[in-house]
Each structure stands twice: as structure tokens, then as C-alpha cells.
């Protein structure tokens, strides 16, 4: 159960999916493997490291070196600022105020949602989507209360990279961004586009107030994962792979709807690192 914990929080800590939009169910068995793998040493043991030990760059991530680089980046991007910042945040704003402002945020998100289900000639679930935003906007204050998962009409997340993939374009290499974190080509280039639709861009203000939405955005996603860190640390040797894994799984399974094809990726790139092994 630890495990599978951990593999639904690496989803949310990838960027993969908000963190009430993930249960422990969605990991998969690819993914537990990968965790018991990296669980096999004690916390705290100084891993061995030998020439042949080192990594060897996948089908999937062939910019590990790089990518691996701007990961370490961010975390520490993320240890000086995001996460003191953060706490600080949980500690002073209310619990029910913090829940209001992350229903705003997730109601501007569900209607761009909603425009992704359409692009997908997902009609029928585009239609529940759009129902729920006019639900929570109207009867919920702009959004503030989330009276449509009370009402039954369910979350369904969509983005452009999502529709992409829907349109039949591969995902690409793996991509790891500063500070925005993992992502592929194929997320990549869709991101101006849904870039387009957050709250920020809604916003016809100045510039200062347009950084503060962004910035108390930011903050409230990673007020939600304050205590998901410490789980997958003690779970994931290498916590690089365990997200980069965990972010490929996720936007696979979004991008099929829960119903993705057989992957011969990770037979591949076994049969790359088995001579590296010897």
C-alpha cells in the first residue's frame, strides 16, 4: 500500500495531475516495480556508484543528463523558496479560505477543460464539463464552491497536450523545464496554448496584480503537496526516474482515456541498460 501511495503522489508531484485528482488505484504496476526497486536499500545508505552503474539514455529520455541537471535545479529552486513559502502559507491563510481559492483556480481550469473535451469530439462529457463550470460559476460564486462534485457532475481534466495526443501526435522525448517541471515535446509546444487560458490570462489588469495570481497560484498548488515529498523520499531511490515514470504513465493513460496501448518502450530500454549491467 506504501508503494502505490507513492506512485499516486508521484503523479501529483510530476505536475502530471492536482492532488484531488489522484488515488492510489491509478499506479500501476510498472510504476510499483519501480518503487520497490528503489526501496530495496535503507533510507539513508550512500548508494555504490561505478562506471558501470551509470545511466544510459532511453528511447524515452534521451536528454536524462540534461534533464537530470535542470531537475536538481528545481529542487532546489523549490527547497529555498516554493517550499518555505508554501508552509508559511498553509500556516497563516485558513483551511476553508485556501479551499476557496483553489476552487477558483480549478473552475478556470475546468472551463478550458471543457473547450479540450470539445476539440476532442468528447461531446458528451463536454457537455457535462460545461454544465459543471456554469454550475459552480453561478451557484458557487465564481467558482469559489465546488457545488458540481456535490451534485455528481465529476471532474474531468483536459489540456491542449492531451488533445494533441488525441489528434494522433507522439508525445516525444521527455523534457524536464525549469521550474515548470516534467514534460515532453509534444507538452511542450502545447503549453503557450493552454498558457493562454489560466487565470492570469483572463486577467486584464496590471502587471503587478497578474504576477500575484501567478505566484498565489503557484503557492496554493504546492501548499497541497507539502506532505507528499517526505513519502516518496523514503519510498524512491532515484527520484529523478520514479517521477520521470510516473509523468510518462500519467499523461499516457489521460491522453487514452484510461485505456492506453501495450508500451514496448521499457522492454527496450532494458535490453539498452542490460549491457551496462554487466
Known amino acids: 500500500m506504501k508503494l502505490a501511495a507513492a506512485c499516486a503522489i508521484a503523479l501529483v508531484l510530476s505536475g502530471a495531475a492536482r492532488a484531488d485528482e489522484v488515488d492510489a488505484s491509478v499506479a500501476t504496476p510498472a510504476l510499483v516495480a519501480a518503487a520497490a526497486t528503489g526501496a530495496a536499500s535503507a533510507p539513508g545508505a550512500e548508494p555504490v556508484e561505478s562506471p558501470a552503474a551509470k545511466p544510459v539514455p532511453s528511447k524515452k529520455d534521451p536528454f536524462e543528463s540534461w534533464n537530470r541537471s535542470v531537475f536538481s535545479f528545481n529542487e532546489a529552486v523549490d527547497a529555498a523558496v516554493l517550499k518555505p513559502v508554501a508552509q508559511a502559507y ?11 481559492i483553489e476552487n477558483a483556480f480549478g473552475n478556470v ?3 478550458w477543460s471543457t473547450v479540450n473535451h470539445l476539440l476532442q469530439g468528447k461531446f458528451e462529457s463536454s457537455l457535462q464539463m460545461g454544465m459543471r463550470v456554469a454550475t459552480n460559476s453561478v451557484l458557487g460564486f465564481g467558482g469559489l464552491l465546488d ?16 488533445t494533441l495526443g488525441r489528434w494522433g501526435m507522439p508525445p516525444g522525448p521527455y523534457v524536464m523545464l525549469p521550474v515548470l517541471g516534467p514534460s515532453t515535446l509534444r507538452d511542450t509546444a ?6 493562454q487560458a489560466s487565470p492570469t490570462a483572463l486577467i486584464d489588469d496590471t502587471r503587478a496584480k497578474l504576477i500575484g495570481v501567478a505566484l ?6 504546492r501548499a497541497g503537496l507539502l506532505g507528499a515529498s517526505r513519502v516518496l523520499d523514503d519510498v524512491a531511490l532515484d527520484k529523478y526516474s520514479f ?4 509523468y510518462l504513465a500519467r499523461r499516457q493513460n489521460q491522453v487514452y482515456d484510461g485505456n492506453p496501448p ?6 527496450e530500454d ?3 541498460a542490460a549491457p551496462a549491467a554487466k
Request: hydrophobic fraction near 35%.
Open 243 to 246: 517521477l520521470r515514470d510516473a
Open 147 to 162: 457545488i458540481g462534485t456535490e451534485i455528481g457532475l465529476e471532474k474531468q481534466s483536459e489540456d491542449f497536450g492531451q
Open 109 to 111: 481550469a475546468d472551463a
Open 216 to 221: 498565489l497560484q503557484a503557492v496554493s498548488t
Open 190 to 195: 502545447a503549453l503557450p496554448v493552454d498558457m
Open 90 to 100: 498553509k500556516d497563516v491563510v485558513p483551511e476553508y479560505v485556501r479551499t476557496l
Open 262 to 267: 501495450e508500451s514496448h518502450d521499457d522492454e
Open 270 to 272: 532494458a535490453d539498452q
